[in-house]
Each structure stands twice: as structure tokens, then as C-alpha cells.
């Protein structure tokens, strides 16, 4: 779904705007959302593993950044409190969820469609994201952040609010879990293996 620019977006510093600061402001926005927007959602995705969730979480920090964006001093922190942002709505999310769980009603088979040639290129890629999909939160966040992300460790730090000590010992910690999820190999794995 297209991105649009929300109405009654606040000049940069907030107050009144006239039609040549709203005209600015609306430009800048879009600036930041064709900017931010591919890594944001690269960032939801590793987080949620829904590409309809990732969606949600991405539009809904720049709806935040919209109302309360203009607050912000310094510009150049934009991406850092857009990441931030993200994160701790994907944590209210998780809390709102344990409190009130969401069931199915309907269970569906899903089909899988055919493998193309084209697939098997992303199969690596697939894998470590799956493989990352299966580390614990602690880890997901900081990798996500540091690899899909290409964050420093100081602004991930920031967006996770944590000291930056333990972004290296969860990084480092979490590179391990994932270097032996993806040397152990499934037996479906092997025998495919020795198939090709």
C-alpha cells in the first residue's frame, strides 16, 4: 500500500505554519519517509515476521513522527528516534498481545507455490533470516538493528535503551547462537544437499 502524506502535519519546530511552512514541512516528511521508510520496514519485519504487521509498525512510527516529530531539536537524530519509536511500539504490541492473545478462528492450509530458478538465489538469505526469526528477542533486536539496520552500536543503544556494553555482549552472544543455528543442518537439509 502507497504511502500518503497525513494531513495536518506541524512545521518542523511546531506552532502555526503558513501555506509555504505547511507546503515545507509536507516535503520534508516525504523526504524522511522515502528515506527511512525501506529500513524501517526491513527493521518491523525482522521483529514481527509478518510482512502485513512490519507494514503497520513502519506507517505507524511515521504517524507518531507526524504528530510529535516537530519536538525533536536536533534533525539529525531523526533516524534514531524513528528506530526507537518502532521498537518500543513493537514492545507495546507484544505486552498488549500477552495480556490479550489473539486466536484463529480459521485454520488454512496455505499452498506453497512452485520453486522458480529466481528462488533459489534468496534461499541463503531466507535461511539466515529464518534462523534470525528463531533467536530470542534479547538477540534479534541488536543483529537486526547492526545488519538489516546498519546501525552503530551507539545508535542502538539508543533505540533500545540500553547501555552500549550490553549491545556488544548481545551482539557478539547473539552472532554465536546464529552461527550455530545455521551450522546445524536439518536432515531434509543433507539429503538435499547430496541430491543437487
Given at each position: 500500500?502507497?504511502?500518503?502524506?497525513?494531513?495536518?502535519?506541524?512545521?518542523?519546530?511546531?506552532?502555526?505554519?503558513?501555506?509555504?511552512?505547511?507546503?515545507?514541512?509536507?516535503?520534508?516528511?516525504?523526504?524522511?519517509?522515502?528515506?527511512?521508510?525501506?529500513?524501517?520496514?526491513?527493521?518491523?519485519?525482522?521483529?514481527?515476521?509478518?510482512?502485513?504487521?512490519?507494514?503497520?509498525?513502519?506507517?505507524?512510527?511515521?504517524?507518531?513522527?507526524?504528530?510529535?516529530?516537530?519536538?525533536?531539536?536536533?534533525g539529525s537524530k531523526a533516524k534514531t528516534w524513528l528506530f526507537t519509536t518502532l521498537?518500543?511500539?513493537?514492545?507495546?504490541?507484544?505486552?498488549?498481545e500477552r495480556v490479550f492473545p489473539h486466536y484463529e478462528l480459521d485454520e488454512v492450509?496455505?499452498?506453497?507455490?512452485?520453486?522458480?530458478?529466481?528462488?533459489?538465489?534468496?534461499?541463503?538469505?531466507?535461511?539466515?533470516?529464518?534462523?534470525?526469526?528463531?533467536?530470542?528477542?534479547?538477540?534479534?533486536?541488536?543483529?537486526?538493528?547492526?545488519?538489516?539496520?546498519?546501525?552503530?552500536?551507539k545508535e542502538i543503544a539508543e533505540i533500545l535503551e540500553i547501555p552500549i556494553g550490553?549491545?556488544?555482549?548481545?551482539?557478539?552472544?547473539?552472532?554465536?547462537?546464529?552461527?550455530?543455528?545455521?551450522?546445524?543442518?536439518?536432515?531434509?537439509?543433507?539429503?538435499?544437499?547430496?541430491?543437487?
Amino acid at each position: 500500500m502507497p504511502w500518503r502524506t497525513p494531513q495536518g502535519i506541524r512545521g518542523r519546530f511546531g506552532g502555526h505554519t503558513t501555506v509555504g511552512d505547511a507546503a515545507t514541512a509536507r516535503a520534508d516528511f516525504e523526504r524522511l519517509v522515502n528515506t527511512y521508510y525501506g529500513p524501517l520496514y526491513q527493521f518491523a519485519l525482522s521483529l514481527t515476521h509478518t510482512e502485513a504487521e512490519a507494514s503497520d509498525m513502519t506507517q505507524q512510527a511515521f504517524c507518531i513522527w507526524a504528530a510529535k516529530g516537530h519536538q525533536l531539536r536536533d534533525g539529525s537524530k531523526a533516524k534514531t528516534w524513528l528506530f526507537t519509536t518502532l521498537h518500543r511500539e513493537f514492545l507495546k504490541t507484544r505486552r498488549r498481545e500477552r495480556v490479550f492473545p489473539h486466536y484463529e478462528l480459521d485454520e488454512v492450509r496455505i499452498e506453497l507455490p512452485a520453486t522458480e530458478p529466481a528462488v533459489a538465489d534468496r534461499l541463503d538469505a531466507v535461511r539466515v533470516m529464518d534462523a534470525l526469526a528463531g533467536l530470542p528477542e534479547t538477540f534479534r533486536a541488536p543483529l537486526a538493528l547492526f545488519y538489516v539496520g546498519e546501525h552503530s552500536y551507539k545508535e542502538i543503544a539508543e533505540i533500545l535503551e540500553i547501555p552500549i556494553g550490553t549491545v556488544q555482549s548481545r551482539i557478539a552472544r547473539g552472532k554465536a547462537q546464529l552461527h550455530e543455528m545455521l551450522m546445524t543442518r536439518t536432515p531434509a537439509e543433507t539429503k538435499r544437499d547430496h541430491r543437487g
